[in-house]
């Protein structure tokens, strides 16, 4: 035999476990937020710091893609008479140190993925212009919250401060000429533009042809892009849904009341129109006379 409140504490229980999750995804949804938010304004401090390098001759490219990888971005490419470097902006917190033995560590955590990454950056380079020599494409790592003078970790990546950034630049000995500058600079923008996404169509194999692309027509829906979710709507949702599941829980009969309110405030009116239209419309039917 059930005993009393046993469904009821059930369903409390369900709705307990509902509320718990919608609170984790809630902390996970700030937590990136604050990430994405913290890199945004590390950028943005670098890009400041290396403001003055186009008066010195250098090339200065922000925000540019990965070749190779659409999800992914390069933060800084400079061109100019030291060289290329690809420089990758970390804005981290705490205690970050840099050794060329012990390698890069932030709050004692070694940072391996984050020194591999440059070096596949500069290699994603090194591809786009074959014909500067090596030895001259660089890959650095921007400490934009720390002082630190330019340490260089196994695999030839470059640790350096962001107030130290700029003169380690100006300081490298020159290795490109005013036309190389042009040259490379050119063909790197070129590279590393974002291309808007487009359709693309598949390769005909022999004896086929290849099949066109649709373009889609004006005011069709289909060629409208799909705004982008923001970390901070998610965290709205969130908070919504923590909100409504909470009162569902704490007052299940003031909710039910307020829901057949709002039924009976704008469903039935409604209702009722609708009934009144189609009798206004109805055709009388008439009886020939005997």
């Not at 902390?27 to 945004?40: D, L």
């Not at 902006?89 to 955590?109: E, I």
Request: hydrophobic share 45%; charged share 20%; aromatic share 2%.
């Amino acid at each position: 035999m059930s005993t009393a409140g046993h469904g009821a504490r059930q369903q409390q229980e369900a709705a307990r476990r509902s509320v718990e999750e919608a609170e984790r995804q809630l902390a996970a949804a700030r937590a990136r937020e604050h990430a994405w938010s913290a890199g945004a304004a590390g950028e943005e401090q670098v890009a400041n710091a290396l403001a003055g390098l186009e008066q010195q001759g250098w090339v200065v490219l922000h925000d540019v893609a990965w070749p190779g990888r659409p999800r992914a971005n390069l933060d800084h490419v400079l061109i100019g008479p030291g060289g290329v470097l690809v420089v990758d902006t970390k804005n981290w917190s705490g205690t970050v140190t840099a050794h060329p033995d012990r390698g890069l560590r932030s709050n004692g955590y070694r940072k391996t993925k984050e020194v591999q990454a440059v070096q596949t950056a500069r290699q994603a380079l090194l591809h786009l212009i074959p014909a500067v020599s090596p030895d001259i494409v660089a890959g650095l790592i921007c400490l934009a919250a720390q002082d630190q003078e330019p340490v260089r970790l196994d695999g030839d990546v470059l640790v350096v401060g962001r107030a130290q950034l700029l003169q380690h630049v100006l300081d490298r000995p020159t290795v490109l000429g005013a036309q190389a500058i042009m040259e490379t600079a050119m063909t790197l923008r070129a590279a590393l533009t974002r291309q808007p996404s487009a359709h693309v169509p598949a390769q005909a194999g022999p004896g086929r042809a290849p099949r066109s692309v649709a373009k889609p027509r004006a005011g069709s829906t289909r060629s409208r892009k799909r705004p982008t979710r923001s970390p901070r709507s998610d965290i709205i949702q969130l908070a919504a849904i923590g909100v409504f599941v909470g009162a569902a829980v704490l007052f299940p009969e003031q909710l039910m009341d307020a829901y057949m309110s709002l039924v009976n405030a704008v469903v039935a009116p409604v209702a009722e129109d609708i009934g009144q239209n189609l009798q206004d419309n109805m055709v009388p039917t008439t009886t020939p006379a005997p």
